[in-house]
Structures are given as C-alpha cells and as structure tokens.
Nanobody
Framework: QVQLVESGGGLVQPGGSLRLSCAAS????????MDWYRQAPGKQREFVAA???????AYAGSVKGRFTISRDNAKNTVYLQMNSLKPEDTAVYYC?????????WGQGTQVTVSS
C-alpha cells in the first residue's frame, strides 16, 4: 500500500519561507512524476508544481520564481521550497505521485501566511 506523508506546513508571516516534504512509503518503483497541488477555502484544488523522474519541472504561473520543487528519487521524496510567501498562498498543500495510470495523494498539510 503506497502512502504519501507530507510535513513542513505551518504559520508564516508574509515574505517568509517554508519547506514542505512528502515521503512515499510502500512503493518499490520510482514515480514518473511527483507534484504539489493546493486548495484554498472555497476554491478548487489547483496545480502548484511538478517534477518528473528525469528532472523536468513545471510550475504554476502564480508561484514561478518563488517556489522550487525538488525530489530525491532514491528516497521517493519530493520537496517544495516556498519563498516570498503571500497571504494568497494560504491553502492545504497536497503531495501527489503518478506511476503509469496509478495516482496517489497525501493527506495534505496546512500552510497559513498571515501577519
């Protein structure tokens, strides 16, 4: 049973930084892609960033230049470094992983940006 467990969320002031981690367990394969989505109250879940197993990355326009995704394939772990955080980045952040047609999600971690 594959499980994704996020950590690193919390409360931060505007302009601050946080680093999210997502560790996958129960998997004997390397995921084709690992990514981050977020969902703010009253809004749909939206794409934030993704990284393939060969290192290609993609970012949402709203976070490009501020967030950086990275992964450790050997550990099946993905990270999201978030800098210059804004109140509109407040959301539950979900880690996702894809292997072929199989899709997995973490339980989410809350990020709150507020003074």
């Amino acid at each position: 049973q594959v499980q994704l467990v996020e950590s690193g969320g919390g409360l931060v002031q505007p302009g601050g930084s946080l680093r999210l981690s997502c560790a996958a367990s129960g998997s004997r394969f390397t995921f084709n892609a690992m990514d981050w989505y977020r969902q703010a109250p009253g809004k749909q879940r939206e794409f934030v960033a993704a990284m393939t197993s060969d290192g290609s990355t993609a970012y949402a326009g709203s976070v490009k230049g501020r967030f950086t995704i990275s992964r450790d394939n050997a550990k099946n772990t993905v990270y999201l470094q978030m800098n210059s955080l804004k109140p509109e980045d407040t959301a539950v952040y979900y880690c996702g992983a894809q292997f072929g047609s199989l899709r997995y999600w973490g339980q989410g971690t809350q990020v709150t940006v507020s003074s």
